[in-house]
């Protein structure tokens, strides 16, 4: 194991102070799953359509969102919020999603439960499943679409679990597409939809990039946003708030201006000093690692580089990791691959080539 110490001149910054209505609120890094700021962030509570965020990527992840889905008697059950599809109507899953996303349809999530998973029962279940695969470990779907049940009961997560889900989401290129779209027209079997995207903060805030709205009498609101600004990529979570939107807003401004987004380290001059048992072959990453930091914690970040001696392996196997520490916390882990050298092609030997010609 290598620890490189690196220093940045420190200078001091004021810590903002924050003035919020959220019960349970969040700010975290995208790239990194840095906490940035937390308020009740760990109860778990009723998350109402922010719910259709996990709807749309197990869709996404498991079907092609260009085959055509037909609703069937399943929507029936839809209340509340709907792009009202008919029995029969039939139109591709991603206008579906756009439907979901934007409008947040509940109709549609029926629609996508059931063409995706064969029945809404089965698509929970890997709703469920996914949650766990990413870390959402305080999360349990009962639906697709977010609203209680009749006995009072709904999809229960909190603000950490959802900016999980947020940040897993927005790796996602299709996501990304969907949720920042502020107009869209779709066209069904048998009619055309034109839809505004209920997330005002796509023309509140410059710097947004997407997200979900939500709300029930018992949840109250909930959003899930999306903000960047020079490299710094930011998912906020409030659940229950009177006033979300302003919240997100006063938020992203402040972590902004408060954080930087620093370049740690560089994939085109990286290298492991004094290392000396892959001698003979370049070790490499394949990505730069930024990470968001305010300015007197750029002299605390450290890199520890650990390295396996493999014996056998073949070119870019990954021997290591880097590993970007903020005091004991990582922030980040970058692996780290071998680049294997081409052996060189062996001169014949003098001698043996003269005596190759008097044979000949």
């Not at 027209?185 to 509140?204: D, I, M």
């Not at 930091?293 to 014996?311: H, M, S, V, Y």
Request: contains cysteine; aromatic residues 10%.
């Amino acid at each position: 194991m290598k620890k490189v110490i690196l220093f940045f001149l420190f200078l001091s910054f004021p810590i903002p102070v924050f003035a919020l209505s959220a019960r349970n609120m969040i700010a975290m890094d995208i790239d990194t799953h840095r906490v940035l700021y937390e308020k009740n962030a760990y109860d778990e509570q009723l998350i109402a359509s922010t719910t259709k965020i996990m709807t749309a990527m197990v869709a996404i992840l498991n079907c092609d969102i260009e085959s055509d889905a037909t609703a069937s008697n399943t929507i029936l059950k839809s209340f509340g919020s709907g792009i009202y599809i008919e029995v029969g109507e039939t139109m591709k899953l991603k206008d579906l999603l756009y439907g979901l996303l934007l409008r947040s349809g509940n109709d549609a999530a029926l629609a996508i439960a059931e063409y995706v998973g064969k029945d809404v029962d089965h698509f929970v279940l890997m709703m469920n499943q996914l949650a766990k695969k990413i870390g959402m470990e305080h999360t349990y779907f009962i639906n697709p679409h977010g609203l209680e049940n009749n006995e009072g009961k709904g999809n229960t997560s909190t603000a950490y679990d959802m900016a999980l889900l947020s940040s897993f989401a927005m790796q996602n290129e299709t996501y990304r597409t969907i949720v920042s779209t502020k107009q869209y027209v779709a066209k069904s079997s048998t009619k055309t939809y034109s839809w505004t995207n209920k997330n005002k903060l796509l023309t509140l805030y410059e710097y947004t990039t997407g997200g979900k709205t939500g709300f029930t009498k018992k949840a109250k609101r909930t959003l899930v946003s999306t903000a960047s600004k020079d490299n710094k990529n930011i998912t906020i979570v409030t659940l229950n708030d009177p006033d979300d939107w302003q919240d997100h807003q006063t938020m992203y401004e402040d972590l902004f201006s408060t954080y930087d987004s620093v370049k740690v380290v560089d994939k085109n001059t990286f290298q492991v000093e004094n290392e000396t048992y892959y001698t003979k072959e370049k070790l490499y990453i394949k990505n730069d690692v930024h990470i968001l930091l305010k300015e007197e914690e750029k002299k605390e970040i450290t890199l520890d580089i650990r390295l396996n001696k493999l014996k056998n392996y073949e070119n870019d196997t990954q021997v290591g990791t880097i590993q970007v520490k903020l005091k004991d916390q990582i922030l980040k882990e970058e692996p780290i691959y071998v680049e294997k050298t081409k052996p060189k092609e062996k001169k014949e030997n003098f001698f043996k080539k003269i005596l190759g010609w008097f044979k000949k």
